[in-house]
């Protein structure tokens, strides 16, 4: 029976499996062809595996993959819980008005932070090894982020407000008379965190680090602001060189990219089959008052702990960026007579002839892809969480496996895999492909989103204006997409801010004149100077705050937690 | 011409006797049968109920007719019209059914007003404004939401969504109305009160319906007809008098009101449908005079059913014929006593008259109604 559904059903899924999954067979079959010496033919072989350790950069890069994402999991993981517990369960002065700053990182592109961050604690640069070597007669430097600890550092910092977010929710809906009853039964406050609190929290805990070690793993423009420049390279920034570099090798490049994909892929299927499901055994839905711990004098001292961190994720790098993109070039000194708004003419005023294309281009291309890929995806994501909830039987679980998938690999894999599919398509070298990554690899976010509100709303109220005569489309058009608005819009601003920031896809699948902001902003950093990158970094952070401002008006906070 | 008019109106009659048409309904859930083998019909106008405890089928059976999922087996029509028939290769979607529906959580549109919702079957029927907002004014009036109309469906309480609720059903005159447990969710004096005015607004306008429930007072209160359901089976189906006072089995005794049951054999039978049946509880036996049902002989094995309003308790011995216990229990309930009764291992439930004085510890004599003392089928 083709009815408007079944209809549906089928383009939709057709649409999505193929969006899916031929990437990543692409990639795989091209993993497994290895290039001869000239470079021009290839024989099938597992020769791109075995140089995961035989080639000693590459066996490195994956070491240091390693190294960083777990120092990034650590560190994300101890700040973003204690972050979490002295906001959910204590005292602490003013937790309501830190919790927004808090989050902040989570919107604004970690690369900018790494830039940033190179600008405030470079050797040679760093406004705060200047200051030292100035005001305290330092010799040489202070810090050096420009090496791993550098990477690790920015990359904890700015995934941070992952596992906040995490395990925030988890500790505000937990029912205190689970903590309670512990307490009447003799167990001190120690104790019944350590017995109770933390145990039921833990499935949150480690949710989170998961997230943060995958995320990690796929992050490009850190270790390539921090790591690459000075001998650390990572698996991102090698497969960055075999897709775009001098020594291009795309099956090179698709076997590492599988390598990533395979380990990234296996941990999340780990979280979404064994720890997502078992957080909802010990958190009930319902909203409860939390256990508030009286910290006492202590009370003063987290509020200088998360003061210190909003300093050093939001306030610093924000400040560097402005102060470093007022001078016509950065020396790690602060010249007052010198700044000028000269950075911000040359990459906004795109109809200057001294104008920068790679910046102006990006900024307009960000704001067309972002716009949209965010209505793309939330169309999509609309029928496929229909799909998903309204309707049983294979179909609906085919899709909701589809839907994970994409959350298993980073955006730089994925973006692989597009590359080797569409290569020799016309839409190659045109906004389309870099648009066919951003939606492939984040509608599973809106979808997320959607679901969320879905789950919420009876079945019924679907199903009596079928009743009333209305049929499937004019049900969705009437009942389900006006009841669906709040989520709908909120996964649309959560789209539209990871797409304006967007880096990792956006660099594997541009061309010149299709750049991105975030490609404008390496291309800055790569053939300008550190100024004039710093001019469109705040740009597009502003931007983001904005988007974040508008997030929070009409969304809240819970339509982040996805 | 007469003869023809008469032709016409039997069969029309006809027609009408089996206007909704369910026959051999099967519904699996994986291999779960949860609708098996299930055939009824309803009259034109009648109300039906299907009762049941929860997973007896009965909500399946009722989205089945809807059109809310297909069927693996059996035929459904309505009127005349196959809704639903896999073998024919016949299914009409949901929305071209002409079926009222009122779901158990009242599925009014929150982001729409009252009004709204109720016209909203009419919009989709394209019916021009004029008449759309008269019928709306209408229907509200009769539901008693009249002065609501503008009210957000969240401004309602639970009664007023369910009349709303009820108003979106039956505007558009449809040939069917649907209830899936429609008074569940309100509390037990709003519930009282809805299922009289229900059954008055159902009679008002006079739409064929059929009525989801687990609750036996709902089911006894407002239906022309039950079906009690269990196990995706249809056990009985009759008139709530019916029901009550012949149950055909000793599940749909349990489940309709209260009932003394007891094992027992049929030891002597007569044609008139009456005999004798065995019981026997811890060491005590007694033959009792009964109702028999169709073919039943001696040897039968047998459920004896007796109501505790049929058993008369009595301090005073009234001869061979009754059962002599102990009273283990005696609750005052204004004009009733509840009695617990101890009769070998069996515990009689027995509905006493206060003037009878029963208290516990006493010995008492109980005497059985033959005429409400029913054998049925285990």
């Not at chain 1, 550092?153 to 505000?172: A, C, D, N």
């Not at chain 1, 892929?265 to 508030?292: C, D």
């Not at chain 2, 009985?236 to 008098?241: I, L």
């Not at chain 2, 036996?285 to 047998?302: I, K, Y």
Request: glycine letters at 8%.
């Amino acid at each position: 029976m083709l009815t408007q559904e079944s209809i549906a059903t089928i383009i939709v899924s057709v649409i999505v499996a193929a969006a899916v999954l031929l990437p990543l067979f692409a990639l795989v079959v091209s993993s497994f062809q290895v290039m001869d010496a000239s470079g021009f033919s290839t024989t099938w072989g597992f020769e791109n595996y075995t140089a995961l350790f035989n080639d000693r950069v590459i066996h490195k890069a994956f070491i240091n993959t390693l190294l960083i994402s777990s120092g990034s999991t650590i560190l994300a993981t101890f700040l973003g819980v204690s972050l979490a517990w002295i906001n959910a369960r204590t005292n602490c002065p003013w937790r309501d008005r830190l919790e927004p700053y808090n989050l902040i990182p989570f919107f604004l592109s970690p690369f900018v932070g790494a830039i940033a961050w190179h600008n405030l604690a470079s050797p040679r640069i760093g406004l705060l090894n200047s200051w030292a070597r100035d005001y305290l007669g330092v010799p040489g430097y202070l810090i050096n982020v420009d090496n791993i600890y550098g990477v690790i550092w920015v990359t904890g910092i700015f995934f941070t407000p992952l596992v906040y977010l995490f395990v925030v929710g988890s500790l505000r809906r937990m029912d205190p008379s689970l903590e309670d009853s512990a307490r009447t039964t003799g167990a001190g406050l120690l104790r019944t965190t350590m017995t109770v609190t933390l145990p039921l929290v833990a499935p949150a805990i480690l949710s989170g680090a998961i997230i943060v070690f995958v995320t990690s793993a796929g992050e490009f423009g850190v270790p390539f602001k921090l790591g690459a420049p000075y001998g650390w390279q990572t698996l991102t920034t090698q497969i960055f060189s075999k897709a775009v570099g001098d020594d291009a090798n795309y099956y090179l490049g698709s076997a590492m990219s599988m390598s990533l994909g395979i380990i990234t892929a296996f941990f999340i299927w780990v979280q979404q089959r064994y720890i997502a499901p078992r957080s909802f055994t010990t958190v009930t839905g319902k909203g409860f008052r939390p256990n508030v711990i009286e910290l006492g004098r202590w009370k003063w001292f987290a509020f200088g702990y998360n003061i210190s961190f909003i300093v050093f994720a939001v306030v610093l790098p924000i400040l560097s960026l402005i102060i470093v993109s007022l001078h016509p070039v950065w020396q790690g000194r602060i010249i007052p007579s010198a700044m000028s708004l000269n950075n911000y003419v040359k990459t906004l005023f795109f109809w200057r002839p001294d104008s920068i294309q790679a910046a102006t281009n990006g900024i307009y291309n960000s704001f067309i892809l972002a716009f949209l890929g965010a209505t793309i995806a939330m169309i999509l994501s609309l029928v496929v969480s229909h799909m998903i909830h309204r309707t049983k039987g294979f179909g609906a679980r085919v899709l909701d496996f589809l839907c994970v998938v994409p959350i298993g690999f980073p955006g730089i894999v994925l973006a692989m895999g597009v590359l080797v599919t569409y290569i020799k398509t016309p839409i190659y070298a045109t906004l389309w492909i870099i648009l066919l990554g951003y939606i492939t690899r984040f509608f599973p976010y809106g979808q997320r989103n959607i679901s969320s509100v879905m789950l919420a709303i009876s079945e019924e109220l679907d199903q009596s204006s079928r009743m009333a005569g209305a049929s499937w489309f004019t049900t969705l058009r009437r009942i389900t997409i006006p009841l669906l608005k709040p989520g709908i819009f909120a996964g649309w601003v959560l789209l539209f801010i990871i797409f304006l920031r967007e880096l990792s896809i956006s660099i594997i699948l541009y061309t010149s004149g299709t750049e991105t902001l975030s490609v404008g902003v390496y291309y800055l950093s790569n053939y300008e100077n550190e100024a004039l990158t710093a001019a469109l970094s705040m740009t597009q952070t502003v931007i983001l705050l904005v988007c974040i401002l508008i997030f929070r008006r009409v969304a809240g906070r819970e339509a982040l937690t996805a | 011409m007469i003869a023809g008019n008469s032709a016409g109106v039997m069969a029309d009659t006809s027609a009408d006797d089996r206007y909704v048409e369910v026959q051999g309904l099967v519904k699996l859930f994986g291999t779960d049968r949860a609708v098996d083998d299930v055939s009824f019909s309803v009259p034109k106008g009648r109300f039906l109920t299907l009762l049941g405890p929860s997973g007896c089928g009965k909500t399946t059976t009722l989205m089945s007719i809807a059109g809310l999922h297909s069927v693996d087996a059996g035929r459904i029509s309505v009127g005349g019209t196959v809704y639903t028939a896999p073998a024919e290769g016949q299914f009409m979607p949901p929305e071209r059914r002409d079926i009222g529906m009122v779901f158990q959580s009242y599925a009014i549109w929150p982001h729409m007003t009252v009004a709204q919702n109720v016209a909203y079957p009419l919009e989709i029927r394209k019916i021009d404004r004029a008449e759309i907002d008269q019928r709306v004014h209408e229907v509200l009036h009769l539901v008693g939401l009249g002065t609501m109309a503008d009210k957000l469906a969240t401004q309602l309480s639970g009664g007023q969504q369910q009349r709303a609720a009820l108003a979106r059903a039956i505007v558009s005159r449809p040939r069917l109305l649907l209830f899936d447990e429609p008074l569940s969710n309100l509390d037990l004096k709003l519930r009282e009160q809805m299922r009289l005015e229900l059954k008055r607004i159902q009679h008002e306008v006079g739409i064929t319906s059929i009525y989801v429930t687990h609750d036996q007072a709902e089911a006894l209160v407002m239906s022309d007809e039950i079906i009690v359901m269990s196990k995706g089976r249809i056990q009985q189906k009759g008139g709530p008098r019916e029901i009550y006072a012949q149950p055909v089995n000793a599940y749909v005794s349990n489940f309709i009101g209260v009932a003394n049951l007891l094992k027992g054999r049929v030891v002597t039978a007569t044609s008139a449908g009456r005999g004798e049946v065995e019981i026997a509880a811890g060491g005590r036996t007694a033959r009792l005079p009964c109702l028999l049902r169709a073919g039943m002989t001696p040897g039968t094995e047998v459920v004896l059913s007796v109501r505790p309003e049929n058993v008369a308790a009595s301090r005073q011995n009234g001869g061979s014929a009754c059962l002599e216990g102990e009273v283990i229990e005696a609750i005052f309930l204004g004009n009733s006593v509840d009695c617990r009764v101890r009769w070998g291992d069996f515990e009689w439930k027995v509905t006493a008259h206060p003037r009878a004085g029963l208290k516990a510890g006493q010995k008492v004599y109980l005497r059985l109604d033959p005429e409400h003392t029913l054998a049925v089928h285990p």
